[in-house]
């Protein structure tokens, strides 16, 4: 399956803004959508690919950071950009606390605000192939069976065979044969592979590195 096309989504009620900046990146065969105000953002379906959000600090109505907080409380994973016209420190700040990209004030110079997108844009991509590598990992999981996976958590505590075969009740080299398919299962080629898809899952507790 393709990779959906990358989509930059612009916010500003300054409609000049809107237009030059739709300009600069379909110039670049960038796909953008152009909103003048929140709430027409929120009205559209958020696209299928790595996105990132250019957005106006002050709008009509609702803010660019109110809208940043919504994003966060809706766990919304999706990379801001803040522009403005107005800026000052203590807004820039709360909006980099925030998890913002960058905060650019206008006017700004093309190359800036196109460094900021491919960021926002590569962190996009990045979380999402996580996401499926994850999804992708949890459906192999589930193919286990409850022993397997028992033995997996086992496993990935620290636990040697005769220990688990001890705890469970069952001889040892079953223990091992459970933990040979499940290993199978979960496309590990080592213990310690299988121990860190086990902490991936959440399955067990990270361990602390070592200083």
């Known amino acids: 399956m393709p990779e959906a096309n990358s989509t930059v989504l612009v916010i500003d009620d300054d409609a000049d803004v809107r237009a030059s900046v739709g300009r600069l990146l379909r110039s670049l065969d960038m796909d953008v959508q152009l909103f003048a105000s929140i709430a027409d953002f929120l009205k559209a379906d958020p696209p299928d690919g790595p996105t990132c959000l250019v957005l106006d600090v002050r709008l009509p109505g609702q803010s660019g950071l109110d809208l940043q907080r919504e994003i966060a409380q809706a766990k919304r994973e999706i990379p801001i950009i803040f522009i403005t016209g107005h800026g000052d420190i203590p807004m820039s700040v709360q909006a980099m606390k925030g998890g913002a990209i960058e905060f650019l004030t206008k006017p700004f110079r093309d190359q800036d605000l196109l460094d900021a997108i491919q960021l926002g844009l590569s962190r996009d991509r990045a979380r999402r192939e996580n996401e499926e590598d994850l999804a992708d990992l949890r459906a192999r999981f589930a193919s286990l069976s409850p022993r397997e996976r028992e033995i997996v958590v086992q496993v990935a505590r620290g636990r040697l065979s005769k220990q688990i075969a001890y705890d469970i009740g069952i001889a040892e080299a079953t223990v091992k044969v ?34």
């Open 178 to 211: 459970h933990r040979s398919r499940a290993m199978q299962k979960m496309k590990a080629g080592s213990l310690p592979e299988l121990g860190q898809m086990a902490v991936k899952l959440k399955l067990v507790p990270e361990r602390p590195q070592r200083a």
